[in-house]
């Protein structure tokens, strides 16, 4: 044991020795944590004060804060996709007279990625379970699902921050009801008669919610004080697109689209996360496709459309008792594979008499 310790000392001179004489490096540009973690007042969160004069608050900001910086790579990737995505959930909140620091909330709900998710069922940027998601007018079936939408699920969230702010009287309160729900928020505040987050004795992960969030407003706005020296090439270029309305008369593959606009699949997904699968389903839509293919997209679809037509018949089989998919693929002479993308079908999942199953021959 001491021979170990001994050389972890060695190396940390040794560390501490080159620090001292490549002062440019961008490593030794990172700042010490303990020097960074003293926070001095005023602080607020969407212009309430935050109690840095309370010593519990004041130690559970300096671990949430401590903890955030020590990830990195998360945070550089958080200040990275911000110049993709928080230029137009700012326009939005500001459009709504909301405070602009709820911002920070998709940061750490998200870590501004469409595709997160948890364990409870929580989906997209703004981490809507199915139910709120939906009351919050949010399409969610197994073909579209706007929680994975910038613009749908901000929308959903402002209308849901309206009414927990309505509900609580308190930005702050509103946020902890976000992540606590605003039934058991109201229960605490019932057993507990506080109206203050700060006062209140919530489940850790609430406890420790509006402090995650009080952490990432700091970091980002001053990231170089705490080491992330970016530069305007670092960041990820804004989201640019046009959009185009599409009214399909029947199901067909969303490789269509791709082609239409002078793309790839993978693009036309990346830009409409919200649809799920591979086909575009019968009925209109609203599409994202990329910046200047819009003006020339509807002439090069229809086109398109009519080839895929001619060369591909479309059948419509209703599935018997007995049926598997393997059978039906071998019987009309497809892939299985196929048969499966046509249908948004997932292995584990059974077919039932009475079923319809799109065929392409």
Partial sequence: MKYFISVFLFFLAVASAQGESHQSTEMNQFPGLISRVRIS????????????????????????????????PQVALWIKRSSRYLP?????????DMPEDLKYVAVVESALLHHAGSSKGAVGFWQFIKSTGRSYGLTITNDIDERR??????????????????LFGSWTLAAAAY?????????AKENQQVDNYYH?????????????IIAAKLIFSDP????????PQDLYPPLSFDRIKITAPSNMPLYLVAQASGTY?????????EIRGHQLKKGTHVIAVPKGSGPKFHDSFAALVKQWRKEYKMHVYIVKKGDNLSAIAEYFNVPLPAL?????????RFIHPGEQLLIYQ
Avoid at 88 to 96: C, D, F, G, V, Y
Avoid at 200 to 208: A, G, H, I, M, N
């Fill in 340 to 348: 499966m993308a046509w249908n948004d079908l997932h292995p584990s």
């Fill in 149 to 166: 939408n910038l613009f749908a699920s901000t929308n959903a969230a402002v209308g849901y921050f309206k009414k927990l702010h309505g």
């Fill in 265 to 273: 699949f993978k693009a036309i997904k990346d830009l409409n996360p």
């Fill in 224 to 231: 170089a004080r705490y080491g992330f020296h970016l530069q």
């Fill in 41 to 72: 007042g005023p602080l607020d969160f969407c212009g309430e004060a935050v109690e840095l004069e309370n010593q519990d608050v004041r130690e559970r900001l300096e671990k949430e804060f401590l903890l955030t910086l020590w990830d990195r």
């Fill in 200 to 212: 209140f004795y919530l489940p850790l992960e609430t406890q420790r919610y509006i402090l995650k």
């Fill in 88 to 96: 137009i959930i700012e326009k939005m909140l500001r459009e709504h």
């Fill in 179 to 187: 992540n606590l729900g605003e039934v058991r928020l109201q229960d």
